[in-house]
């Protein structure tokens, strides 16, 4: 078996990489990072490639049915994403059945991923805080990651992440990213360029620019 064989993984998922990211309401963190993870992947990938990634969001708490925060949503401007994308989106509520078929959780805080994991335990192998999972990824080794297809990069990404829990220095002060409903426009900035950070060191790592 090689180096970067997955033998718990089931053949039916291995050519589809699922991502989950959870906030508590699903208005503002979680649909920023849903959007800008798919922008990002469709510029690396191409829309075909990129559709192998299934990129959804959920709230612990949400609001079910209601659109995205429209303060938030106006911090996508810059690259087009508040009309269709950002209208199209609607809230749902986090289900335990979406942990279990995700390949990567990631909550917009400490407090999400320990939310998520209380309320599915089988998530606890790859359930991170959304800059919590930036960071431990920036430690990986390229070496370590299969190269070319990105699919078989994100699932082996999510692997050697895990093992480094405990092992990399983290702030625990700077893994989160501070709810910005009811606050000035600037909280939503500030949580959206956050994010834009860290999905970016994600999606670089599973698809390096050349």
Same mark, same amino acid.
């Given at each position: 078996?090689? !180096?970067?064989?997955?033998? *718990?993984?089931?053949p039916a998922r291995?050519?589809?990489?699922? $991502?989950?990211? @959870?906030?508590?309401?699903? #208005?503002? !963190?979680? %649909?920023? +990072? ?6 990002? #992947? =469709?510029?690396? #990938?191409?829309?075909?490639?990129? +559709? ?11 609001? =079910?049915?209601?659109?995205?925060? %429209? ?15 950002a209208g199209a989106? !609607? ?11 995700? *390949?990567?959780? #990631? ?8 939310? @998520?994991?209380? !309320? ?13 999972? +930036? ?43 501070? *709810?910005?409903?009811?606050? %000035? ?8 360029? $956050? ?11 599973? @698809?390096?620019?050349r």
């Amino acid at each position: 078996m090689g !180096r970067h064989s997955r033998p *718990d993984l089931d053949p039916a998922r291995a050519d589809t990489f699922r $991502l989950l990211f @959870v906030c508590t309401g699903n #208005l503002c !963190r979680s %649909p920023a +990072a849903e959007i800008m993870t798919r922008h990002l #992947l =469709v510029g690396k #990938l191409g829309g075909r490639e990129a +559709a192998r990634f299934d990129i959804s969001s959920a709230g612990m708490n949400a609001v =079910v049915g209601e659109m995205m925060h %429209p303060d938030t949503r106006d911090e996508l401007a810059p690259w087009g994403l508040d009309g269709v994308q950002a209208g199209a989106f !609607r809230a749902r509520q986090l289900r335990s059945s979406m942990v279990r078929r995700s *390949d990567l959780v #990631l909550g917009a805080s400490l407090r999400h991923r320990s939310a @998520v994991v209380e !309320r599915e335990p089988a998530g606890l192998k790859n359930t991170f805080a959304l800059r919590e999972f +930036a960071a431990l990824v920036d430690a990986v080794d390229e070496c370590m990651l299969p190269e070319g297809d990105p699919v078989k990069r994100a699932q082996e990404l999510v692997e050697q992440a895990r093992m480094k829990r405990g092992l990399v220095p983290l702030d625990r002060e700077e893994l989160s990213v501070p *709810d910005p409903i009811g606050k %000035p426009q600037q909280a939503h900035h500030e949580a959206v360029v $956050l994010i834009t950070d860290a999905v970016y060191r994600i999606v670089e790592k599973i @698809v390096p620019s050349r």
